[in-house]
């Protein structure tokens, strides 16, 4: 069940398209303070973002696995992934799993070390949480995710 109802819609900035909504969430998380590449998706079909609550979705066509290469860790994006974005933090995530050994893992939030560490926490609904470098979530300017 979709948690972006037409009520949501309706007070946010609403983007649709693949390449309009993959600059727009990548310039969101960089001006919140987060890496860039925190969110591979593809096949992107519509995106928003309530700046009163911090409220944002993606919807792609299908759920994707994404492999970060400079660690080495599988991540599971579902179809619609959403969660409540502030600076250097991502809260109330939903839509997104990671690969933990043998398991997947639901995450549900993100936050950057403040004051800076270059270092990123990500936890799990179970407790779980892990301390990765910033850089491995990083893209490049010009590259696509």
């Not at 696995?65 to 660690?71: A, G, S, Y």
């Amino acid at each position: 069940m979709s948690l972006v109802t037409e009520e949501i819609k309706a007070k946010a900035e609403y983007y649709q398209g693949h390449q309009f909504c993959q600059e727009k969430s990548k310039f969101l998380l960089t001006e919140m303070g987060l890496p860039n590449g925190l969110l591979p998706l593809q096949d992107i079909e519509e995106c928003g973002y309530v700046k009163e609550t911090g409220f944002v979705w993606l919807r792609q066509k299908r759920s994707i696995t994404h492999k970060f290469e400079k660690i080495g860790k599988l991540v599971s994006y579902a179809t619609e992934v959403s969660a409540y974005i502030e600076h250097k933090k991502i809260k109330r995530l939903s839509g997104v799993r990671a690969k933990e050994l043998l398991i997947w893992v639901t995450l549900n939030e993100i936050f950057v070390d403040d004051p800076p560490t270059d270092k990123i926490i990500i936890k799990s609904l179970t407790g779980l949480s892990r301390t990765l470098p910033v850089s491995a979530f990083e893209i490049e300017d010009g590259k696509d995710l």
